[in-house]
């Protein structure tokens, strides 16, 4: 069971960048997914989850109407379409799955199964 990210990279402000997490061993329509992300000396945030079987979505405040988080089930990829891109989105990006049905108090809470992390770095 693999989660794999990619498509992180050096982006100006104001720039777009487009994040990919490819699944292997495991159907990502099953699960709970959702993107996370951490900058240096601070916590990890979730940035956007979807989080039910109808595709129920989250997104951090932070993010919303930049960022969009989509599925390819065929191709049994998430991915995390960013615009509008701030310095202060610099961070290193996760993927992560958890159960569909256990019950958390945020949408992007308790996800247990982690994929490798890729580097955007916004700046000019």
């Known amino acids: 069971v693999q989660l794999q990210a990619s498509g992180g990279g050096l982006v100006q402000p104001g720039g777009s960048l487009r994040l990919s997490c490819a699944a292997s061993g495991l159907r990502l329509d099953d699960y709970a997914i959702g993107w996370f992300r951490q900058a240096p000396g601070k916590e990890r945030e979730g940035v956007s989850c979807?989080?039910?079987?109808?595709?129920?979505?989250y997104y951090a405040d932070s993010v919303k109407g930049r960022f969009t988080i989509s599925r390819d089930s065929a191709k049994n990829t998430l991915y995390l379409q960013m615009k509008n891109l701030k310095p202060e989105d610099t961070a290193v990006y996760s993927c992560?799955?958890?159960?569909?049905?256990?019950?958390?108090?945020?949408?992007?809470?308790?996800?247990?199964?982690w994929g490798q992390g890729t580097l955007v770095t916004v700046s000019s």
């Open positions: 979807i989080y039910s079987s109808h595709g129920t979505t």
């Open positions: 992560a799955v958890r159960e569909m049905s256990v019950l958390t108090p945020h949408p992007c809470r308790d996800y247990d199964f």
